[in-house]
């Protein structure tokens, strides 16, 4: 079956310094990857997308790369700031059925000052 | 409206009783999702509608789950004879279509509490 899994539960930065977060998903046939944010009692916001045809996406301070050999995913933040700071979520989906989004168990970003 | 809607926001209610959550979605979205969240796990699919079509009830974790929606509009959650297991935040999103998953807008969840 599907998984995602991220390898790292808590991610602590500096201020100032770049950010990356990865995810591993299982099944080769996921075609569409989405990175979420989630702050504090809040809900999910769309961060960044990338579909199997690319290898790299790039957004304001956030690029995503994505290896399709090893099925792994990551997001990558540029001069993280302390707004940064929350937990972040990796979604894959697939076949564009995207009412199935399979969620990793997000890591938790915290930027110090 | 401008976003998802949820409510009630918190909901404590005792092992045994019946809840109902509800969900507005944003106007004009014929996709309303509903995930649960258990603390520090990633998002758990439960149930998807898509317009008129039937719904995909594939995610719902028992026969005490059940869903409902009024064409494109809102959506509740019925949970009955809660569990502590049923201790989450159950969050709602919405897109203009299937194949939208960047238009997903998550409301801020409804956090259930069985005690």
């Known amino acids: 079956g599907e998984s995602v899994g991220l390898h790292l539960p808590t991610l602590s930065v500096q201020e100032g310094d770049n950010s990356i977060i990865n995810c591993a998903y299982s099944n080769s046939a996921s075609d569409y990857f989405i990175w979420y944010k989630q702050e504090s009692g809040k809900g999910p916001q769309f961060i960044i997308d990338?579909?199997?045809?690319?290898d790299k996406r790039q957004g304001q301070r956030v690029t995503v790369l994505l290896n399709k050999t090893v099925k792994h995913l990551s997001l990558q933040i540029a001069a993280t700031q302390p707004g940064d700071s929350a937990v972040y979520f990796c979604?894959?989906?697939?076949?564009?059925?995207?009412?199935?989004?399979?969620f990793g168990t997000g890591t938790l970003l915290a930027v110090q000052p | 409206g401008a976003g998802v809607s949820q409510s009630p926001s918190n909901k404590v209610t005792e092992k045994g009783k019946d809840v109902e959550l509800r969900c507005d979605p944003i106007s004009g979205h014929t996709a309303l999702y509903w995930y649960r969240q258990r603390l520090g796990q990633g998002l758990e699919f439960l149930i998807y509608?898509?317009?008129?079509?039937?719904?995909?009830k594939s995610g719902l974790p028992s026969d005490r789950f059940s869903a409902e929606r009024t064409g494109e509009s809102v959506s509740t959650l019925t949970i009955q004879r809660t569990q502590q297991e049923d201790s989450a935040v159950y969050l709602c999103a919405s897109s203009i279509s299937r194949g939208q998953g960047s238009g997903y807008t998550f409301g801020s969840g409804t956090r259930l509490t069985v005690v």
């Open positions: 509608f898509q317009g008129n079509s039937a719904p995909d």
């Open positions: 979604a894959v989906g697939y076949g564009g059925a995207t009412n199935k989004l399979i």
């Open positions: 990338i579909r199997s045809n690319m």
